[in-house]
């Protein structure tokens, strides 16, 4: 009666005492246009892992207090990870920076969730793929200081076997966004300038088309309402060619400091009350509620067999839900809850 | 490309100031082999709002502060609930006990979510429905006291509009399930002997089937184990005939209050330290996960509409989540997770 959905389709990994200087297969150039170190995969990783560095670098020299602790690790067959998580410091409470490099097989069903346009009903049969990616969040303690989540990942499938000739795949796909919990208009207001600016540096059409996508995309369905006040986000990306694409992945993750940072340099320290704090813990809620029942990368890598614990470091070290929770009309509360019903223009 | 995984396929439910007599269409005899009143939709409905105001009244007798809160509502299209939750009691955190009979048509997405051992390459179309049930979740305040939750249903569906003649199905499904942060063995025995002796009285293979059913529905699956020690679970229950059937539902709805409130009578008092309370929300953590990634009534309830408000008290009050988390061999936490991952024969 039980039906196990999927089994795990890719190795479990095993951990390792350093950082090796790459995660790749030293085979991956037999598939790649350039030399290895050339290749789109080895700029990828290499993008991803100074981005890592930067970012920890940054978060630590804030926090004062707390450091990261980093995990290792590889599978056997290729590919792996570093992860690294600051927990319980002086003002985050939970921040995870991950890195990892993947290569798999997908089963039909994570294949689905990874790419829902395609779900037609035709049964695919398992795809080998590679992906890389650098993926974060960031919960700070204080309730006026917003959560970050910046994700950017490129991803290859193998050619079909049963199809001889047909192209492999490629694609890049990411974004940041922002999740406070009350507003400050000329927080917001940075934020998205940072990003439209960085947009604007390849395609005017980039910035509104991805704030939409954002906004679309961290959709609570069931509640009717966004998870957070949005950014960027783009999926399944390829229409320009990779040299392009690799360029405005490696600009858009090199946004994140100063898109974020100042903002919890002004909000880390602000007195706030049991009220307050409550109401960021609703909202962690619906963070959880997002992550586990929409997000595409949460629920890909639990059914693809992916490093549980990194994926769930996206989940906040606390949350919570009353039964019926209404915010006073009008009251700050409600203007953040009607701001992530009602998508707003920020600039 | 943002795909909207299916509309809401029930109407929007409005509140109401007074419990109705019954939620039942006045033209459900129509579709009864039974006078309206002696129908099982009716007598399934009257069992369970019994049992609720039973538990309810169990759990203020033994919470002496806290009161239940009681929202009742309908839908223009026939059907309704009464949902009553008490929160921030003495004993209790919060108590959710709902019910609820709902007159829908299934989008096939949900229809797979709620009957996965259909889930062939036939499209079916959508599928008109009726669904009963009872649903209780009760998170005490205690470490030591553990969560129940339990649930009785009544399932018909009708016949396929394009297939004359064919048959409507009906089914009941349901359990009790026990979900405590540290085991104390004289109480698991208690609750699981309870479910036996019920069981007892109809057919002896139920216990035995219904234990292992639970074992294995309660499953997190990334994880690689259960939610938490588990009771009785069946579905799609319709190789008896309906009397039978009802009656085995009514049973074990009313071994709810002798399972567990003695537990509860035991621990609620109990001294513990912060480290019983941090294990118990990581525990309350993976409740989370399991009803928002795996469990059925939660995603079928999610897919097609159902009032968010009364699906979602199933969640605890507040939870939380540790990066990499791993008692220590031996201890008390390691012992219940150690139940989770290797289920046990209580009795």
Redesign the interface.
């Known amino acids: 009666?039980?039906?196990?959905?999927s089994s795990p389709m890719i190795e479990k990994e095993t951990p390792e005492t350093q950082r090796p200087n790459t995660f790749l297969r030293e085979t991956d150039d037999n598939h790649s246009q350039n030399s290895n170190s050339n290749s789109v995969r080895a700029r990828f990783e290499k993008m991803i892992r100074e981005v890592q560095d930067g970012v920890c670098s940054a978060i630590e020299a804030m926090d004062q207090g707390g450091k990261f602790?980093e995990?290792v690790w590889s599978r056997p067959g290729g590919g792996g990870g570093i992860s690294r998580?600051l927990?319980d410091g002086a003002v985050w409470e939970?921040a995870?920076v991950n890195i990892s490099i993947v290569y798999g097989v997908m089963p039909p069903e994570a294949y689905r969730a990874a790419n829902?346009?395609q779900?037609g009903?035709t049964?695919p049969g398992p795809v080998p793929f590679f992906a890389a990616g650098i993926s974060s969040v960031l919960h700070p303690k204080n309730p006026f200081a917003p959560t970050l989540h910046f994700n950017y990942r490129y991803f290859e499938t193998d050619a079909p076997k049963d199809t001889p000739g047909a192209p492999r795949q490629w694609w890049f796909g990411g974004g940041t966004d922002l999740t406070p919990a009350y507003i400050f208009e000329e927080d917001i207001k940075h934020f998205h300038s940072a990003q439209k600016s960085t947009c604007d540096k390849f395609d005017a059409s980039f910035y509104p088309r991805f704030k939409k996508?954002c906004d679309?995309?961290f959709?609570i369905?069931?509640?009717g309402e966004r998870r957070g006040l949005g950014g960027i986000f783009f999926?399944?990306l390829n229409d320009y060619d990779q040299e392009t694409l690799l360029s405005f992945a490696t600009e858009c993750a090199n946004t994140v400091i100063p898109a974020y940072i100042p903002i919890i340099e002004k909000r880390k320290d602000m007195p706030f009350t049991d009220r307050h704090k409550s109401w960021q813990?609703l909202r962690r809620?619906r963070y959880?509620?997002f992550n586990?029942?929409y997000d595409r990368g949460t629920t890909f890598g639990?059914k693809t067999?992916g490093r549980?614990?990194s994926?769930?470091?996206s989940?906040?070290?606390?949350?919570?839900?009353?039964?019926?929770h209404q915010p006073e009309e009008g009251s700050e509360e409600w203007k953040l809850l009607d701001a992530c019903i009602n998508p707003k223009e920020w600039i």
Chains 1, 2 share one sequence.
Do not use: C, F
């Open positions: 009666k039980m039906k196990a959905s602790k995990d998580v927990q939970k995870g829902p346009s779900n009903n049964e996508w679309d995309y959709y369905k069931h509640r999926d399944d813990q809620g959880v509620e586990l029942v639990l067999g549980i614990e994926i769930l470091v989940l906040p070290l606390t949350a919570r839900w009353e039964y019926d």
